[in-house]
């Protein structure tokens, strides 16, 4: 039988209300679980704060090494004369290893641990960096990229699950959120080296791709000393060591209700998942566990659909349309996009425990769709009013971008680009010549193939037109990010830590991670493709309907799950995935709804038992 939506909400919270009195019965001893401890006070927070800031440097490299690339590859092509192909190869065999290496990562968690996880993904990473710093030629190149995107990916998957297991729970989406904040603080740095480093033509590249090493020397030596997860060492039958590092982390002596927490729900969700045959397996054949998976790897891929990387890489071109016409400008204002995306991220470690995870990436989704269209109608305002060529020029090399009519086909074709004289705003004089293959800066022949930029002297705009509307691309850049970034550029990171019981964390978030990392590559391979084929609003208007898809996904699965014990939060999951957005909880008054003979009861956490 068919049950309706409501229906599913009142078992569903009939449920979670069944998680929580167990959750009450033990309230009184663990007020320092779910607020601020009582005695010893936040003083004894340092050491939670000082794990999550020595793992978030996982975070810092992942960002570092994904955002570098662009400005390394700016030198590299012209000193070791790179090819299209190649310089595609640099840039997402990282990525397509990270996609590998966070699948792979979710056994490795599950079998050697956290920490042993983040000790082997900063080791992979200084041995990418000292590799890429000293490569010989473009295949040791490839070598280095391929080994820092296995360490992305191990870290991408593992520091998230790490941080929320030895966080308490009123801090937890906070200290994850600063994994996020790392991120983008990584790719912040990357745009910074690469601005500073690009003066140095020769060798430069060694600089931005080698400094890497520093963050990933001191990660792995912090984690030397620094303790593995209680949840992972009691799950693995080593209860003492849990116990010791439980107290330590917690800064006190006397952890035995959080312990007993933790033990009791291992036990319980043993008995209830069983114990046998590939993890996989048995996250899919138990629904909370399938759900689950369903939200959390749903929302790592809309975040990749909303086309954050996208837009970060196409930032430059953008502000060039905007009249920045200077590459070494358009180079440091990219770096404003970066410092944009971490000041914006900074916002939501802010809002995550104000408004609560749910909330936010719905905030964040619906003005990400918003901006989108903003972005498109500027693309679309700027292709409509795309300057004529008025000058078809002859030449030998005969090609395909003389016959062009107007700027937009000719900017759309990656082999030319547009050669043009200006006058206030009024193009003049305008043609489509070929690009020139070693750089992009200049036409392959004519009166563009030099400088360029001289006042009066012809101008060359590749990639894109010259347009009066572009101030429209410009704002809708920027609420982009503002709206982005505290969102749905943390929480898919933070909900994924949260939401798998222990026996399913490390390969659920696995398996997130690597839809994320496999968004990525799709979306960032297919870009020019998809703009070529439906031009530049079109693909920006694509992504707009992906993320109001998102929002609807968000609305309809994300329940919310702030100020929860990690061991309670699979009850959210135990009702159909169509929640209707009911589980939200506001501040850490969870209301819950029981439905008794075709009414609606509702009762609170903070009320008498209800049988
Ligand atoms: O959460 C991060 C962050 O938003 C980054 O800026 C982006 O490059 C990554 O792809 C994403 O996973």
């Known amino acids: 039988m068919k049950r309706s939506c409501h229906d599913e909400y009142s078992l569903k919270h009939m449920s979670s209300f069944m998680g929580s009195r167990r959750q009450r019965k033990m309230d009184d001893g663990e007020r320092s679980l779910i607020g601020p401890p009582a005695s010893g006070g936040d003083a004894s927070m340092w050491f939670v704060y000082v794990l999550a800031a020595f793992s978030a440097l996982g975070g810092l490299l992942f960002g570092y090494d994904t955002g570098v690339v662009s400005g390394a590859m700016l030198l590299l092509k012209k ?32 079998w050697l641990g956290r920490r042993i996880c983040i000790l082997v993904s900063s080791f992979i990473f200084s041995i990418g960096g000292v590799i890429l710093s000293v490569a010989p030629d473009k295949v040791v190149l490839l070598v280095g990229r391929i080994t820092v995107g296995l360490g992305i990916g191990i870290a991408s998957m593992t520091v998230p699950v790490y941080i929320a297991e030895v966080s308490p729970p009123h801090l937890r989406g906070q200290l994850v ?49 620094l303790p593995e997860s209680p949840r992972w060492l009691l799950q693995n039958g080593r209860s003492q060591e849990a116990y010791q590092v439980l107290g330590r982390i917690r800064g006190r002596q006397n952890v035995e209700e959080e312990y007993d927490a933790i033990r009791a729900n291992i036990e319980e969700e043993e008995k209830e998942a069983g114990s046998g045959g590939l993890v996989i397996l048995r996250i899919l054949s138990h629904g909370p566990t399938r759900r689950a998976l369903i939200v959390g790897c749903g929302l790592q891929m809309f ?28 180079i440091w204002l990219a770096a404003a996009t970066s410092a944009s995306n971490f000041v914006f991220t900074l916002v939501g470690v802010w809002l995550v425990e104000r408004v ?71 193009v003049f004089d305008s043609s489509c010549i070929p690009v020139n293959q070693a750089s992009t800066d200049h036409a392959a022949w004519g009166r563009c193939s030099n400088q360029t930029g001289v006042p009066s002297g012809p101008m060359w705009a590749y990639n894109y037109c010259p347009t009066s509307y572009s101030w429209i691309v410009l704002v809708g850049l920027i609420f982009y990010l503002a709206f982005f970034a505290p969102g749905m550029g943390p929480m898919p990171w933070t909900v994924n830590s949260e939401i798998y019981p222990l026996w399913a964390r490390s390969t659920g978030n696995a398996c997130s991670a690597g839809v ?28 707009t309907g992906l993320v109001f898809l998102g929002l609807l996904f968000v609305l309809g699965c994300l329940p919310e799950t702030q100020g929860l014990q990690l061991e309670d939060i699979e009850s959210l999951f135990a009702g159909q ?16 709804y029981i439905r008794v003979k075709g009414s609606n009861l509702t009762s609170d956490s903070d009320s008498s038992e209800v049988e």
């Not at 997402?92 to 966070?102: F, M, N, R, W």
């Not at 496999?518 to 694509?542: D, E, K, M, R, W």
Request: proline share 3%; net charge neutral.
């Open 79 to 110: 000193e070791m004369n790179l090819s299209a192909l190649w310089q595609e190869l640099l840039v997402s065999s990282t990525v397509g290893a990270a996609a590998i290496s966070a699948l792979i990562g979710g056994f490795l968690n599950g």
């Open 303 to 330: 975040q990749q659909l909303s086309g954050i990387n996208t837009v970060m890489y196409y930032s430059a071109t953008i502000l060039q349309m905007a009249g920045v016409r200077d590459d070494k400008q358009a």
């Open 177 to 225: 959120t600063i994994n996020c904040l790392f991120i983008t603080g990584g790719q912040f740095i990357a745009s910074v080296v690469d601005g500073a480093f690009s003066y140095l033509s020769h060798d430069g590249w060694r600089y931005m791709l080698g400094l890497s090493v520093l963050p990933a020397f001191l990660q792995f030596v912090g984690f030397i000393f």
């Open 356 to 426: 609560g995870r749910r909330r936010l990436t719905l905030g964040s989704l619906l003005g990400t769709g918003l901006s989108l269209a903003l972005l498109a109608v500027g693309f679309l305002l700027t292709a409509l009013n795309s300057p004529p060529i008025t000058f078809h020029p002859v030449h030998s090399q005969n090609s395909t971008c003389t016959q062009y009519r107007s700027c937009e086909p000719c900017m759309l074709n990656p082999d030319c680009g547009f050669c043009y004289r200006e006058n206030g705003t009024q």
């Open 516 to 543: 994320n990392w496999i968004f990525n590559v799709l979306v960032s391979l297919t870009f020019l493709h998809v703009a070529q084929f439906l031009t530049y609003y079109g693909a920006f208007f694509l992504y």
């Open 577 to 592: 995935l169509c929640s209707c957005g009911g589980s939200s909880s506001s501040g850490n008054r969870h209301v819950h």
